[in-house]
């Protein structure tokens, strides 16, 4: 257990006793409302540690409802509002212009309106917390505490790319090809959430949460709330053309493809007899999902295997907050 999940279970888990909370095992809460269920996520973006201060105000604006909105597809949720919590030093007009003007392109583009919110001073860092609100069937939100031994695990998209647009910006890599390097910076900056797949998660998904700290570790947590263990075959792990080329010439690695967090993919389970509908079903609204391995009995933490059956070497799961 992490730092960030020991402080969660310790302080937070006792005072949330409405079934609907989950007891802070899941990605996001659930509330009966009407003829659906309102899901509720929320997730903070904080300077020096989710986005750079040199970021564009527009992208920063971006990845902090996207951030949300990838979990609403996690849960098989179609997004409905979002309410906002800005802290900032000073209200720099220019700033807060371009930043609400990236923020009102991502409500018109995923159908996700601003709701309300709060704006406070802080001689910290620039900190933004938003809370968004998904509806899904009544009993319909996909956890993560439900997957069983036989199922498929799934993730979509590409792994990787964000950490590695991160290192570029931090100077830890570098790529001469400034497309390459653009589009790796731009995973980082700008999520994709994957709410085109919402529905095929929902109706064909076993369990699922998205990839934000580091596939390899938000794996592990999967298997912890459900119970089971995983094989997972290192090779079928889907990474783009760039991030291979930057682990051939030694300038990363998998294990920091694996463990670096930023990704906002969805990582599932599903049932093998199931596997071809969703998989048809994820073409039909043009996202990528990968098998990767299946889900086993037992409670040992998931094994990482190479191309000759051999144990890969994590020393580290995922990005930690502490």
């Not at 951030?67 to 906002?84: E, I, M, Q, W, Y």
Request: hydrophobic fraction near 45%; charged fraction near 20%; aromatic fraction near 6%.
């Amino acid at each position: 257990m992490s730092v960030e999940d020991d402080l969660i279970a310790r302080y937070f888990k006792p005072i949330a006793t409405n079934p609907g909370a989950l007891g802070l095992t899941d990605d996001a809460a659930v509330l009966r409302g009407g003829n659906d269920d309102l899901v509720v996520t929320t997730d903070a973006i904080v300077e020096g540690v989710h986005f750079r201060s040199s970021d564009p105000p527009e992208t920063v604006a971006k990845k902090a409802l996207r951030v949300n909105l990838s979990d609403l597809a996690a849960k098989g949720a179609t997004p409905a509002g979002f309410v906002l919590t800005l802290a900032l030093r000073e209200p720099d007009e220019r700033w807060l212009s371009a930043f609400a003007s990236g923020l009102a392109e991502d409500a018109i583009t995923f159908d996700c309106p601003l709701l309300g919110g709060d704006t406070v001073g802080t001689p910290g860092p620039l900190t933004m917390s938003i809370t968004a609100f998904g509806r899904a069937p009544v009993g319909g939100m996909i956890l993560r505490s439900r997957a069983q031994p036989g199922d498929r695990i799934v993730v979509s998209g590409t792994i990787g790319d964000a950490a590695l647009g991160l290192a570029i910006l931090s100077g830890k890599v570098t790529v001469d090809a400034a497309a390459i390097r653009e589009s790796l910076i731009d995973r980082y900056r700008v999520p994709q959430p994957r709410i085109p797949l919402a529905e095929a998660v929902r109706h064909y998904a076993r369990a699922a949460m998205d990839v934000s700290d580091g596939l390899a570790g938000d794996l592990a947590k999967l298997c912890i709330a459900s119970g089971v263990s995983a094989i997972i075959d290192a090779a079928a792990v889907p990474l783009s053309e760039a991030a291979r080329g930057l682990i051939e010439q030694g300038q990363t690695s998998f294990v920091s493809a694996v463990s670096g967090g930023d990704d906002y993919e969805v990582l599932c389970t599903v049932a093998k007899d199931r596997w071809d509908d969703f998989a048809r079903a994820a073409r039909n609204v043009g996202v990528v999902v990968t098998p990767i391995g299946e889900i086993i009995a037992g409670n040992a933490a998931p094994k990482w295997l190479d191309t000759k059956g051999e144990d890969v070497a994590l020393p580290r799961l995922s990005y930690s907050h502490f």
